[in-house]
């Protein structure tokens, strides 16, 4: 931890995802405790809270906000005036987002089931259909030190979707050398946008047989994906063995484990970065970090 | 009547807690609505007396045979799911929104659309009554209509076979699989915990809770992990007029359950957990008449 790392003079960069089936194992806690231990170690990282539904890195992180993006999607403004209800939009929309009743002249959108693809605009041919934004969410930015930054997303409540202000919220990322992704739990369409976009994925899970059968569904996914990934159990002690064993019988790799501790537990509840006063975790997880980044860095020579 | 158990904050328990409510009663449908993340199944084994096929929207698929490599599709995406890949056109199929706007505009009918048809649906009889839960495949979207179609069918079972109480157990979170979850329930029970997240997070989740017309209840699991926050959700909560189901303290004794595939209160039935589950069940259920 003292000596400068010769291998990160900037010529390299990785994206990390820490990511897990189970909502509530931990992701939020080793985001944070990673993202502390490598800028206390100067390292030049952002964190992205991929989080959008339920952010909390923020809680934890505080930083000056340098910038907030507002993420829009477009939804179409039928003109009832130039509309002939001929129904090609209605036809076009693969959400049924466009409700309509041709003999009534009645025609609606609903704008909480659009997607904003655009087809009904393609669709009308009496230039009947224009666009406006809608607000999904916001990008937040904020400046944690000289050399590390929080992202954070944050769907607006009421939104049914969270993936473009995830999108987004990468994007604006992509310059760092060292990107921490905090994921959205489960393993459909915002834990994928997320995790595709890594060059490791770091699995948290619990020794419980929900957190095993969660922790199986996130392996299956990223084989599928072709990502190198690894494991950390936390609250280890609680439970049973079944979770170290699937990993034993998958030759899955066993990155640590994080025991069962009320006062880790009390110390996340308040708010703290569970790694903060904790050198012996602090030092396990530079110890991780680095086997990641010499062998999954991409190589920007 | 329909319970949904939600939370916001994954992971604050409630697998649990509708574990332990669906086994306090013998004619209950069991709704397990985290179709991301389906667990009830493993503590309760039920039989499968039916699978039914979810189609979660559609992937566009280029013909190569026919593509021309024109690039208009491109043009039209607004997923960004359209790249030109060493030459070559190609759609992301974890990018497409299956909107199916490229397969309208190729001007060479060289994109078709295919269903995404791997999620399920299952129902069958468990030990205390009947239950139904769906399995969305893994990076599928549009969970929430699966949630509708879960919603559905334990409707019709409980109609069926004369059950009077449908118990919801949602996703976390707060988007469409939520919503899908708590429209038209005439409960809902938010269990939480007591950390700053679980805070923050139950703030958003009452926010998306206001928007129904229904009865909301908060639970606070854990609570000795942390008093004063506990103490901070209470009064949040009185602040908005949110009635608090009760509070169970931190025990391992739900950890051991799961293990042994029982719910708590089949574990240690009278255990001081167990029975105030019971008292919470009894407060809840006297609502729902």
Wanted: one cysteine or more; a neutral charge.
């Amino acid at each position: 931890m003292r000596q400068p790392d010769y291998y990160m003079t900037n010529n390299k960069s990785i994206k990390i995802a820490i990511a897990s089936g189970k909502g509530g194992t931990g992701k939020t806690l080793l985001s944070t405790s990673l993202f502390y231990t490598l800028q206390q170690n100067h390292k030049r990282v952002t964190l992205v809270d991929c989080d959008a539904e339920e952010p909390n890195d923020s809680v934890f992180i505080q930083g000056k906000n340098t910038s907030t993006t507002d993420v829009t999607q477009r939804v179409p403004i039928i003109d009832e005036v130039k509309c002939t209800f001929c129904g090609k939009c209605h036809e076009y929309c693969s959400y049924k987002a466009i409700f309509i009743i041709p003999p009534s002249k009645i025609i609606k959108v609903m704008e909480d089931l659009c997607h904003g693809c655009g087809a009904c605009t393609e669709a009308c041919k009496f230039g009947a259909i224009t666009e406006k934004d809608v607000s999904l969410g916001k990008v937040n930015t904020y400046s944690v030190s000289n050399t590390s930054t929080l992202i954070e997303t944050r769907m607006r409540v009421g939104v049914y979707s969270p993936v473009s202000v995830i999108k987004k919220g990468i994007n604006q990322a992509s310059q760092n050398e060292i990107i921490l992704l905090d994921s959205p739990p489960g393993t459909s369409c915002p834990f994928i946008q997320t995790v595709s976009r890594a060059d490791y994925v770091i699995l948290i899970t619990e020794p419980t047989p929900f957190g095993l059968s969660d922790l199986r569904q996130s392996v299956e996914t990223l084989k599928t994906m072709n990502k190198p990934y690894g494991v950390i159990i936390n609250r280890a002690g609680l439970g049973d063995s079944s979770v170290q064993d699937y990993l034993k019988q998958n030759s899955i790799p066993l990155l640590m484990e994080i025991p069962f501790d009320k006062e880790i537990a009390a110390n996340y509840s308040r708010g703290e970065i569970v790694a903060k006063g904790k050198p012996e975790l602090q030092e396990k997880l530079l110890e991780i970090f680095k086997d990641i980044y010499e062998k999954y860095g991409i190589s920007n020579n | 009547m329909e319970l949904a158990i939600i939370s916001g904050k994954g992971g604050t328990g409630k697998s649990s807690i509708s574990a332990a409510f669906a086994t306090l009663n013998q004619n209950i449908v069991l709704a397990d609505c985290d179709v991301d993340a389906a667990n009830l199944y493993i503590i309760f084994n039920p039989t499968h007396q039916d699978e039914q096929v979810y189609i979660a929207g559609q992937t566009a698929v280029i013909d190569y045979s026919i593509c021309t490599n024109c690039g208009i599709c491109k043009e039209y995406c607004r997923f960004d799911a359209i790249h030109f890949v060493n030459g070559q056109i190609e759609i992301s199929e974890t990018s497409c929104d299956g909107c199916q706007l490229c397969s309208r505009v190729c001007p060479h009918s060289a994109i078709t659309m295919v269903n995404n048809d791997k999620s399920r649906m299952y129902s069958g009889a468990f030990r205390n009554g009947k239950m139904v839960y769906g399995r969305l495949a893994p990076g599928e979207e549009n969970s929430g209509k699966l949630v509708n179609m879960v919603r559905e069918k334990a409707k019709t079972i409980a109609k069926e076979n004369g059950l009077s109480h449908i118990i919801i157990d949602g996703p976390p979170g707060i988007g469409c699989a939520v919503i899908s979850s708590i429209t038209g329930v005439d409960n809902v029970l938010i269990v939480t915990e007591p950390t700053i997240s679980g805070l923050h997070d139950l703030e958003r989740t009452l926010e998306v809770v206001s928007k129904f017309n229904l009865k909301a209840w908060v639970l606070v699991n854990k609570y000795d992990l942390n008093p004063e926050m506990t103490a901070k959700i209470e009064a949040k909560c009185n602040s908005l007029n949110i009635a608090i189901a009760g509070k169970l303290p931190f025990c391992t004794d739900v950890v051991d359950a799961m293990v042994s595939c029982k719910s708590i209160v089949e574990w240690k039935p009278d255990s001081a957990l167990s029975k105030e589950i019971a008292s919470i069940w009894k407060k809840i259920e006297n609502n729902l008449q």
